[in-house]
């Protein structure tokens, strides 16, 4: 995934401290959640390996790094008994973290982030795993 269609990557605005606080942060609340703590638990098997490359990922997203290597569609497809739900529960928690980290500027570029990603993830997997169905937006406030 390349750089999203938002405001452009700027490594002024956000230091790397900030990024991995907001990944370090976000999957302590992911894990620790009783929806989706569970399937986090079930399909991620080296935490330390997915920290790095979520980094990476928040990284080149934010300050266009470009260290992350990665397709998250297809294996985020691959997960079983996905819901709109738990994408929504996802979003809340992010935001939850960057509300936390004090940054507006993070908070808004990271949130926007965060949206496009949790909507595109959600119609692949909808796409992918239920084609006959009509797909369910995700109700995004």
Same mark, same amino acid.
């Given at each position: 995934?390349?750089?999203? !269609?938002?405001?452009?990557?700027? !490594?002024?605005?956000?230091?790397?401290?900030?990024?991995?606080?907001?990944?370090?942060?976000?999957?302590?609340?992911?894990?620790?959640? !009783?929806?989706?703590?569970?399937?986090?638990?079930?399909h991620v098997i080296?935490?330390?390996?997915?920290?790095?490359?979520?980094?990476?990922?928040?990284?080149?997203?934010?300050?266009?790094?470009?260290?992350?290597?990665? =397709?998250?569609?297809?294996?985020?497809?691959?997960?079983?008994?996905?819901?709109?739900?738990?994408?929504?529960?996802?979003?809340?928690?992010?935001?939850?973290?960057?509300?936390?980290?004090?940054?507006?500027?993070?908070?808004?570029? =990271?949130?926007?982030?965060?949206?496009?990603?949790?909507?595109?993830?959600?119609?692949?997997?909808q796409m992918s795993?239920?084609?006959?169905?009509? !797909?369910?937006?995700?109700?995004?406030?």
């Open positions: 995934m390349s750089h999203l !269609p938002f405001s452009m990557p700027d !490594p002024s605005l956000y230091t790397e401290e900030e990024v991995t606080q907001l990944v370090y942060k976000f999957y302590g609340k992911a894990r620790k959640d !009783p929806g989706l703590g569970p399937i986090f638990e079930a080296d935490w330390d390996a997915h920290f790095v490359q979520m980094i990476n990922f928040w990284s080149a997203q934010l300050r266009g790094t470009s260290r992350f290597r990665g =397709a998250p569609m297809p294996k985020h497809i691959a997960l079983p008994d996905l819901s709109a739900e738990l994408f929504e529960r996802w979003l809340q928690l992010f935001r939850q973290t960057t509300e936390e980290l004090g940054n507006p500027s993070l908070q808004q570029h =990271a949130n926007a982030i965060a949206s496009f990603i949790a909507t595109r993830l959600w119609q692949g997997y795993n239920y084609p006959d169905r009509a !797909p369910e937006t995700l109700h995004i406030t």
